[in-house]
């Protein structure tokens, strides 16, 4: 199993930006996929979710109404876009899924600062 983050840049508070994450190495389509991030001396903490039958998506509380993902099977690629970006999203972003046990991409850096 490999996943690959990118897209991670600094962008200016209030900014936009998409991150993408490249899985391989499994049936995609039949696993559900997270995005999770960590902040400088912070926990990781989940930020959303994509299942992978139905549609649904479930997000933290801290950025629902500004962050959608989304995932392309046929891609194997699952995309978080962000909007409306707080200096407190500043973290290192990061794909995972659980296929026996959980993977872990290496990780984008998003940094929101003026």
């Known amino acids: 199993v490999q996943l690959v983050a990118s897209g991670g840049v600094l962008v200016r508070p209030g900014g936009s930006l998409g991150l993408s994450c490249t899985a391989s190495?499994?049936?995609?389509?039949?696993?559900?996929m997270r995005w999770y991030r960590q902040a400088p001396g912070k926990e990781r903490e989940w930020v959303a979710g994509a299942e992978n039958t139905g549609g649904v998506t479930t997000y933290t509380d801290s950025v629902k109404g500004r962050v959608t993902i989304h995932r392309d099977n046929a891609k194997s690629k699952v995309y978080l876009q962000m909007n409306s970006l707080k200096p407190e999203d500043t973290a290192v972003y990061c794909c995972?899924?659980?296929?026996?046990?959980?993977?872990w991409g290496q990780g984008t850096q998003v940094t929101v600062s003026s």
């Open positions: 190495g499994f049936t995609f389509r039949n696993y559900p």
């Open positions: 995972c899924v659980l296929v026996g046990q959980r993977y």
